[in-house]
């Protein structure tokens, strides 16, 4: 189905069904094609391609026959503002173009849903909430960037980063309690609640972002892989951590940093603010027999040790722990 010719638009309105896949031909100059009304329901995917600039549009509802979506045009945008139910068995929500797909009509029942970029196109996920019951994962070898400012409902039940070269942005009022997990790649959190309040968990090569101006809390448990990191590239954001953490790795903020539950070494850490406070509110201890040490470095700021250090077994002391100071070294491992 589509259009060609100059500002030629085109609306569908009957809605489509039965068992085989949609593609839709952009091929206008400035022309709109748009489905309306009737849901659009057939066993099989949707594609939108063609080489026209003119934009699809599709304001009527997707049914859960539909399996995935693909924007696969370089020239001609894809919004779907129209409620989104998933299949079952999930959905795939794909760019392989270098235009933009844009959802905004929501997304709701049972089924997972993934954003798969295989391009340098973008993915924007904005207006009504996202809250299928199921997982969320971004994945995808392209370079184009998933945006979720939608806020992230309780159905979800967790959200993955699991592509090395798609970021993903979660910028929304988010309530889901499933936990975040980056398996590879960058969450960006851009609101205080992006992450939800279950726990996070970063992997070898996993960055969470912060870009919020204000504290990004995690409601629960922090656990960071050896190679893991957290970077604050834009505004001033400061990090709070709820439950106990699992630090490896380094972690910078230019605002504060507070870890309320305990706190244990995996590998040896390195926290650094701009001039402002760092504060743990319980225990820090390395993992047992590891002897890892903890340097900070916070220029004017405060450290504060609500806890004991390195007490909770005989052999969970820190290899070091430095503080604004030089010459930090795992060659102290053993000291207590």
């Known amino acids: 189905i ?35 009304t ?32 693909t924007e696969s045009s370089s020239t001609s945008a894809l919004t779907i503002s129209g409620a989104i139910t998933p299949k079952s068995t999930g959905s795939t929500f794909t760019n392989s173009g270098t235009a933009a797909l844009t959802i905004s009509g929501g997304i709701s029942g049972t089924g997972n849903v993934t954003f798969n970029n295989n391009s340098s196109g973008t993915t924007t996920v904005s207006g009504t909430t996202l809250n299928n019951t199921g997982t969320i994962t971004n994945s995808g070898s392209g370079t184009g960037t998933t945006t979720i400012s939608a806020a992230v409902g309780s159905n979800v039940t967790g959200i993955t980063e699991s592509s090395s070269t798609s970021a993903l942005t979660l910028s929304g009022t988010n309530s889901y309690t499933g936990g ?10 851009g609101s205080g609640n992006a992450l939800g309040t279950g726990g996070v968990g970063i992997g070898s090569s996993g960055i969470l972002n ?39 790795g380094s972690i910078t903020t230019t605002g ?5 539950g305990a706190v244990t070494l995996g590998a040896n850490a390195a926290l650094t603010t701009t001039n402002s ?23 004017t700021g405060t450290t504060a040790l609500g806890g004991v250090v390195g007490a909770n077994s005989a052999t969970s002391a820190l290899g070091y722990l430095c503080i604004n100071a030089t010459g930090c070294s795992a060659s102290a491992v053993g000291t207590t």
Not at 256 to 260: A, G, L, N
Not at 277 to 299: E, H, K, P, R
């Open 210 to 248: 912060l870009t919020y101006s204000g504290t990004v809390t995690l409601g629960s448990t922090l656990s960071m892989s050896t190679g893991a990191s957290i970077t604050n590239s834009a505004n001033t954001s400061s990090l709070s951590v709820a439950g106990a953490s699992t630090l490896n």
């Open 180 to 189: 975040t997990t980056i398996t590879a790649g960058t969450i960006n959190a």
């Open 38 to 69: 009737g849901s659009l329901n057939n066993t099989g995917t949707i594609t939108n391609s063609g080489s026209g600039t003119g934009t699809t549009t599709i304001s009527a509802t997707v049914g859960s026959n539909v399996t995935g979506i």
């Open 2 to 36: 589509g259009n060609t010719g100059t500002a030629i638009s085109t609306t569908f309105s009957g809605g489509v069904t039965g068992t085989n896949n949609l593609v839709i031909s952009e091929g206008a100059t400035n022309g709109t094609i748009t489905f309306a």
């Open 256 to 260: 504060t940093q507070t870890y309320t």
């Open 277 to 299: 406070n760092i504060t743990f509110s319980s225990t820090v201890d390395s993992t047992a027999g590891s002897y890892y040490g903890l340097s900070i470095t916070n220029g």
